[in-house]
């Protein structure tokens, strides 16, 4: 099995990056990881949308930021698909993790990716590599995706 070959950004991260002033360290991690592949899930793209202007800073713009980050991400957007459904049944129904958390965890397993998260311990009890990027330092842990 090959390791994780790039990063799959959770919903937080992408909220975070969108605020006027986004937290230092989170800006960093993302700039000296620009080589990698970046992905996102469609389904952060969907909770983003639910939350429209509540999260990430300033007032809602009608959807165009969503609109724009589609275009940033136009082929880096990772659907759930019937390999990623494959991949989440394994860890589907687990007492501690939700649904959505759990497919952004089987998409990056399908992908060979890291999650990166500010809610690392979530996917660890999934044994799905993680670094939250708030930690100053802190590196992604590295465990086996489940079989």
């Known amino acids: 099995m090959r390791g994780p070959s790039g990063l799959l950004l959770d919903t937080d991260v992408v909220a975070e990056v969108r605020r006027a ?8 991690f993302l700039q000296r990881r620009r080589h ?17 202007g509540r999260e990430g800073g300033g007032p ?6 969503l609109g724009e980050l589609a275009s940033r ?7 759930v698909d019937l390999d990623v ?5 394994p860890m589907a129904g687990h007492p ?9 965890a089987a998409t990056a397993v399908q ?15 999934l044994a799905i590599p993680a670094i939250d ?5 802190q590196f992604a842990v590295e465990v086996a995706p489940p079989n």
């Open 21 to 28: 002033e986004p937290h230092p360290a989170v800006v960093d």
């Open 36 to 52: 990698l592949g970046i992905y996102i899930s469609a389904l952060s793209v969907a909770e983003l949308h639910q939350l429209g």
């Open 60 to 65: 809602d713009d009608g959807g165009a930021w």
């Open 73 to 79: 991400f136009s082929g880096f957007i990772l659907p």
């Open 85 to 89: 459904a494959m991949a989440w049944a």
């Open 96 to 104: 501690e993790v939700t649904a959505v958390d759990s497919l952004i």
């Open 111 to 125: 992908h060979c990716l890291t999650i990166v998260s500010r809610n690392v311990d979530c996917f660890r009890k």
């Open 133 to 137: 990027p708030w930690q100053v330092g």
